[in-house]
Nanobody, 117 residues
Framework: QVQLVESGGGLVQPGGSLRLSCTAS????????MGWYRQAPGKQRELVAT???????NYANSVKGRFDISRNNAKNTVHLQMNSLKPEDTTVYCC???????????WGPGTQVTVAS
């Protein structure tokens, strides 16, 4: 079973940048669609970005042009480069590994991102 660990969160000023990383402990990383989601307290989980095993990406409208998702199948990692951060980007960001054929949808514990002056 895949295990995920996120890193790279922190405090940044509005307009700043952060790079989140997620490392997966699996021998079959390339079969998973990887994604980043965020969930603020009291709100539903929100898709941020996903990337398929073949590199096709998908972004929430709220982050298009500001965030970039990438993956390295050789290193079992997925990254989220976040630029031009806004206070409304503040929340916990979770990495997700999904393979619908296998019935797998696994979440990491998350990393806190805070955008404030």
């Amino acid at each position: 079973q895949v295990q995920l660990v996120e890193s790279g969160g922190g405090l940044v000023q509005p307009g700043g940048s952060l790079r989140l990383s997620c490392t997966a402990s699996t021998s079959a990383f390339s079969i998973y669609t990887m994604g980043w989601y965020r969930q603020a307290p009291g709100k539903q989980r929100e898709l941020v970005a996903t990337i398929t095993s073949g590199g096709t990406t998908n972004y929430a409208n709220s982050v298009k042009g500001r965030f970039d998702i990438s993956r390295n199948n050789a290193k079992n990692t997925v990254h989220l480069q976040m630029n031009s951060l806004k206070p409304e980007d503040t929340t916990v960001y979770c990495c997700d590994a999904q393979n619908r054929l296998m019935g797998v949808d696994k979440w990491g514990p998350g990393t806190q991102v805070t955008v404030a002056s």
